[in-house]
């Protein structure tokens, strides 16, 4: 992609276009919609953004043994990524000027830890401790994080219902029961067996309610069916042991191996699932705090560019089913952009973008560029009245429809 004097040109008109398509649906909401307590931000993590994978200290992770074993799609590794770890100072600043609220990162352990356990890194903590300190972030709370679809069932029948619920069980219930109960998923139990392990009365009521908050990782839903007839016999595991079937549309034949679902695939966006999973959350576990950690649109796209009018109408539409279950109840306190800039995806290498910012992986600067997403999303958190966030169309077209 080319640079010079042309981009900003190019993206003030790209911005105009916005504009110019601002009254094409209704209604709309703005920042002011939410409380002021509430949260907007943007997320990255470590391996993903940072690069820098042999400097000062740093002891190889899983992920660079995966990559570099040549398992990814692309070929690819996270060796530079976007290079945060030399251009966070950059980041923090585009973050700033973003008019971000919070930024969602994390913590690479083989860089603090390189040995696993014993002596501190001490590069590994000064960089931590600089990117802190440009953040100037402080206090903090204990919480999970999960990574839902809502479930739909495939199918009215009773069995694809139980299945869907059975999947929600699994998903979810395998994480959060524990914390909330002290204990796992009924369900769970009867079709694990022993191979699931069990909690003492000590040890439930330690682990039950030691959570500050849920962390929520959504992207899609999805369609389930029941697969109670599947073998019984074979090597067991997570997948087998849902006995359900998964799709991510229902002209596609769903398949038994949930995690398949997981990897990037074209899958219809659906901000009334989001919607449908907090009201779940709230109703399933008492509503507890939740905080939205990621959400953004590239899951099976490989053709984004800097004019992503696709990616506005997901986060727009995706932010609007958030108020929506907000003004229902939900104890919903945050809602993050994943992700803040282009990275390395886990499951797509470089070959999907997900970022607000583009990064040219091809140039050894790894330049930011602001897509028009970037743009929109500062407008809605900066309360520019002639940005008023648009309901769009995607809840006409729900994923229930397709």
């Known amino acids: 992609m080319r640079r010079g004097s042309t981009v900003p040109l190019l993206l003030l008109l790209l911005f105009a276009s916005l504009e110019v398509d601002s009254s094409r649906t209704a209604p709309r909401y703005s ?41 990814m799609p692309d070929k690819s590794t996270g060796d530079v990524a976007s290079d945060g770890y030399h251009k966070y100072k950059e980041d923090v600043k585009l973050m700033t000027d973003t008019g971000l609220e919070a930024y969602k990162f994390s913590i690479s352990w ?43 069932a495939f199918t009215n029948s009773t069995a694809d219902v139980q299945a869907a619920q059975r999947s929600l069980d699994f998903m979810i219930g395998w994480i959060i029961n524990p914390l909330v109960f002290g204990d796992y998923p009924e369900v769970m139990k009867k079709n694990a067996g022993s191979r699931l392990p069990s909690f003492n009365k000590y040890q439930s009521k330690q682990v039950k309610g030691s959570f ?99 990616r506005i109408d997901f986060l727009s539409g995706f932010i609007g089913s958030t108020l929506d279950a907000v003004r229902n109840g939900s104890d919903v306190r945050g809602y993050f952009v994943w992700s803040f800039l282009d990275v390395f995806e886990l499951l797509a290498g470089y070959r999907s973008r997900f970022g607000l910012y583009f990064v040219d992986f091809d140039d050894v600067k790894r330049e930011r560029v602001p897509k028009l997403s970037a743009f929109w999303y500062s407008n809605f958190l900066k309360k520019k009245q002639d940005m008023n966030i648009e309901r769009t169309g995607l809840n006409a077209t729900s994923h229930a429809q397709q």
């Open 31 to 71: 920042r002011d919609d939410f409380s002021p307590d509430f949260v907007f931000g943007a997320g990255t993590s470590a391996y993903q953004v940072e690069g820098a994978a042999a400097e000062d200290g740093r002891s190889p992770c899983i992920w660079d043994t995966f990559t570099h074993e040549g398992k």
């Open 110 to 152: 083989s860089r603090l830890l390189p040995n696993g356990r014993g002596a501190v890194n001490p590069k590994g903590l000064e960089f931590y401790n600089n990117l802190i300190n440009e953040l100037v972030m402080q206090n903090g709370w204990i919480g999970l994080n999960v990574y839902t679809f809502w479930a739909y």
């Open 212 to 310: 500050d908050f849920v962390g929520l990782n959504h992207y899609f839903s999805a369609y389930v069916s029941d697969n109670s007839n599947g073998s019984r016999t074979d090597l067991r595991d997570y997948n087998a042991d849902i006995f359900a079937k998964f799709t991510v549309s229902k002209n596609i034949t769903p398949t038994d191996q949930v995690l398949n679902q997981l990897i990037p695939v074209p899958a219809p966006a659906d901000p009334q699932g989001l919607e449908y999973m907090l009201e779940y959350l709230k109703e399933a576990y008492g509503n507890p705090p939740i905080y939205i950690q990621e959400n953004g649109y590239g899951v099976g796209i490989f053709n984004d560019t800097i004019h992503d009018t696709a």
